[in-house]
């Protein structure tokens, strides 16, 4: 027996939590007892008992799991652990990806924010004209006929039905110029599929904060892009340098494109200031 006098019930706290029981250990007192005693000679408390349970691990991407758990945990679960955890979710994709689950969930969640997003640009730009109806439109030849008529269609209710049509074609591109970067950096370990799955979980999961006025659009640009690279990182096994080279190589595609656009315009633009402010 124990050199410790026994501690009345009402004394007694809860059992410690911890990992299996030792052999005579007892978890609420800490008395040592015999090997072949089943309850402690101090407290009573039974010695026999299984050790507590840990959690439950992942095995299945959450939003491949929604035929057990429905669609709304799935969902939040996937929003949820892409935004906090990306290296970790990314993990469960597996390989070959289900492309399908993916594009679904983009549609579902990325789009379906971009739209709430376009329908608030849309209410600006009304509010805009209402409140400030005198502003001098741009010359007519001011934009490219393709630019004008993208004009016109973003200030109208014309931008809820391109705006998913453009993250559909962004996908599309990004995920060939990411593939593009592993293949130059000589880092991927699967397939295409596997890369536009990633960015449709990422910016899916981050483009459903666009719905949040003003400051919602930023939010899959910024750290829906970091998601993109964790993820390439993660189901590539790329390293760092070789996974943000990819994942950024569609922005640096993107910015060169606008720069050279800016520049052959760039007189254009200088003109239309100095009569807006002269």
């Given at each position: ?181 592993l293949l130059i950096t ?5 397939s295409l599929a596997s ?50 080279f990819s994942g950024l ?30």
């Open positions: 027996m124990s050199d410790n006098p026994p501690l009345p019930p009402a004394e007694l706290g809860p059992p410690a939590p911890g990992g299996p029981l030792q052999p005579g250990g007892c978890p609420r007192c800490g008395s040592v007892n015999p090997a072949w005693t089943a309850s402690c000679l101090s407290c009573g408390i039974p010695l026999t008992g299984k050790p507590p349970l840990s959690a439950p691990v992942e095995t299945v991407f959450p939003w491949e799991d929604r035929g057990r758990t429905g669609y709304l945990s799935a969902g939040w679960k996937t929003f949820s652990q892409v935004l906090l955890h990306p290296g970790r979710t990314f993990a469960l994709l597996k390989d070959p990806p289900a492309l399908g689950e993916a594009l679904f969930f983009f549609l579902l969640f990325g789009c379906g924010g971009a739209l709430v997003g376009s329908l608030w640009g849309v209410l600006m730009n009304l509010a805009l004209r209402r409140f400030l109806p005198n502003q001098p439109p741009p010359p007519p030849d001011f934009f490219p006929p393709w630019l004008a008529s993208w004009q016109e269609i973003s200030q109208g209710p014309g931008i809820l039905l391109i705006g998913p049509l453009a993250r559909i074609a962004f996908l599309i591109l990004f995920s060939l110029l990411a593939h593009l970067g000589r880092s991927p370990r699967r890369t536009m799955s990633v960015y449709a979980y990422a910016i899916g999961a981050t483009g459903l904060c666009e719905a949040i006025p003003f400051c919602g659009a930023y939010v899959p640009l910024i750290w829906g892009t970091v998601c993109f690279i964790l993820g390439l990182r993660q189901v590539h096994g790329s390293r760092t340098w070789q996974a943000i190589l569609g922005y640096l595609t993107c910015c060169c494109a606008g720069g050279i656009t800016a520049a052959f315009y760039l007189p254009k633009i200088l003109e239309h200031f100095r009569k807006l402010f002269p």
